[in-house]
């Protein structure tokens, strides 16, 4: 275990997780500092939800390692698990609850004190443009702004690194871009370490890092801009399509 202070955010070494005979993860490292954005680029069943599904303790892997903020997931998932925040990619809030309901839930789950979680809850919906909506039904909100409910929830307890799982499917494209931009800026203000798994090339070219992940394997982990230079592209679509594509 490295200590917090120099630890990487996240740290995945030589992690597998097989079903049968599928290698959907299959012996992926990278590591990700505090406070960068790296993008999780794969075509569909490249195995970007299974790596989330290990990362969120949801299963273990077959071998390898994953450290968050130095911490081991397998030998002390607790406080590892007490620093991830995630956004799943299916919506997960009750839509009958109000948004500072959901939130409330969120915190008791945390065992956050009631005071301490108001104060939070209040200052991140002014943050995310949301304090309006702060006693409205979750059911009466946009998808883009349930989106928003379900960041502030995932980062109300603070954590060092956010998980995002193609965040932005179902939303239009102002509201894809709209949230892009807040957790660009956000993840510098919060000093917390994103990574957001897509298949959509145009999220990535803010990007510190991408990772492109392909049957299970990283096939690049460099910047936007490095990813198109090395592929002798002039796009990120044609880099990846070039990686990816039909051979
Ligand atoms: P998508 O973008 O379509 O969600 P993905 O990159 O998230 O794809 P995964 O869902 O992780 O990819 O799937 C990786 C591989 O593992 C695929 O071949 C998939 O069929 C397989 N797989 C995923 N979950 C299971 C499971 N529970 N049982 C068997 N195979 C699985």
Not at 91 to 99: K, Q
Not at 146 to 158: S, T
Not at 203 to 221: F, M, N, Q, T, Y
Request: proline letters at 5%.
């Amino acid at each position: 275990m490295t200590s917090e202070r120099d630890a990487p955010a996240l740290l995945l070494d030589n992690v597998v997780k097989t079903y049968g005979s599928i290698r959907a993860v299959d012996g992926v490292s990278f590591s990700a500092a505090p406070g960068a954005f790296v993008a999780l680029l794969g075509p569909n069943g490249a195995g970007k939800t299974t790596l989330f599904q290990l990362l969120a303790g949801l299963f273990v892997p077959d071998s390898g390692r994953i450290e968050i903020m130095g911490q081991d997931m397998r030998r002390n998932p607790v406080p590892a698990l007490a620093k991830l925040g995630i956004v799943f990619q299916q919506p997960t809030l009750d839509l009958e609850l109000t948004v500072t309901g959901n939130l409330l839930f969120h915190a008791g789950l945390h065992g956050m004190p009631r005071s301490v979680a108001m104060r939070r809850i209040e200052a991140d919906l002014a943050r995310l443009g949301l304090a309006k909506r702060a006693h409205d039904r979750t059911a009466q909100l946009s998808g883009g702004n349930r989106r928003r409910v379900e960041l502030a929830r995932a980062l109300l307890h603070e954590p060092r690194v956010l998980l995002m799982d193609e965040p932005t499917v179902g939303l239009d494209p102002a509201s894809r871009s709209d949230l892009l931009k807040l957790i660009l800026s956000m993840r510098t203000e919060r000093s917390v370490a994103v990574l957001w798994a897509t298949h959509l090339c145009n999220e990535v070219s803010g990007a510190d890092r991408v990772i492109v992940l392909h049957h299970g394997k990283v096939l690049a982990d460099t910047t936007p801009a490095k990813l198109v230079a090395d592929a002798g592209a002039h796009t990120i679509e044609e880099a990846f399509l070039a990686m990816t594509g039909p051979q």
